[in-house]
């Protein structure tokens, strides 16, 4: 079982929906993360949150907004996507943004339609 | 930007048999990881390497941290069924505090009972 939970399992969505996913984490981590993976790919960096603050984002379209509300939870929410934002969204946290690995949540899988 | 080879991109195997796997890189790491990922899941921290010349081992998987900083390998001996699934290699990097994370493009490990 993962420590990182995310929710919703799946999402499908139209493209002039709003919905948010969420992550939760409960190990003391203060580093988070977003990662979109299409299928038979690596993950791929979107945004890095250290210590509730933005770090890192990987020049992700505005249609998708991060947020951290306190240490423990990670949300992005989305807006007007398109059919190519479908993916798995996974959701990760280290100890702090250095040397620690990363734990994975077991993602949201999105459809747009 | 930086890439890591990761080798083979697929491997068949029988069950019994030993596995082994490869990440080279023109670049130096700080760590390596090594994750695997099932379907509908999110990868699973399998070993984490933090020095050169590292040998760690996790039940029946062996993983190295290369001497130059720039390899690692990851071996499975006698392998079942429920080995199958993609295996990532990630390097990590440090910028300043910031740990920078790099995945291999993955092997699918498939494994005939």
């Known amino acids: 079982d993962t420590e990182v939970t995310q929710t919703p399992k799946h999402l499908v969505m139209g493209m002039t929906n709003k919905k948010s996913l969420k992550c939760e984490q409960h190990?003391?981590?203060?580093?988070m993360y977003w990662y979109k993976q299409k299928a038979k790919k690596p993950p791929e960096l979107m945004f890095v949150?250290?210590?509730?603050?933005?770090?890192i984002n990987e020049s992700v379209p505005s249609r998708f907004s991060p947020e951290c509300p306190n240490s423990s939870l990670l949300n992005l929410h989305l807006h007007a996507l398109q059919p190519e934002d479908s993916a798995l969204y996974l959701c990760?946290?280290?100890?702090?943004?250095?040397?620690?690995?990363?734990?994975f949540g077991n993602g949201t899988r999105l459809t747009v339609t | 930007g930086q890439q890591l080879n990761q080798s083979p991109q697929s491997m068949f195997i029988q069950e019994g048999e030993d596995v082994s796997m490869n990440c080279t890189s023109s670049s130096i790491f700080n760590t390596w990881l090594w994750y695997k990922q099932e379907p509908g899941e999110g990868p699973v921290l399998l070993i984490a390497?933090?020095?050169?010349?590292e040998l760690t081992s996790n039940g029946r998987l062996t993983a190295q941290f290369g001497i130059t900083r720039k390899d690692s390998f990851l071996n499975i001996s006698a392998s079942i069924p429920s080995d199958v699934g993609i295996y990532f290699c990630?390097?990590?990097?440090?910028?300043?505090?910031?740990?920078?994370?790099?995945f291999g493009k993955g092997t699918k490990l498939s494994v005939k009972p």
């Open positions: 949150y250290s210590y509730e603050k933005l770090s």
């Open positions: 990630a390097g990590q990097r440090l910028k300043g505090s910031q740990g920078n994370l790099i």
């Open positions: 190990m003391g981590h203060r580093a």
């Open positions: 990760a946290s280290s100890q702090d943004w250095s040397n620690s690995p990363l734990h």
């Open positions: 390497l933090y020095k050169a010349g």
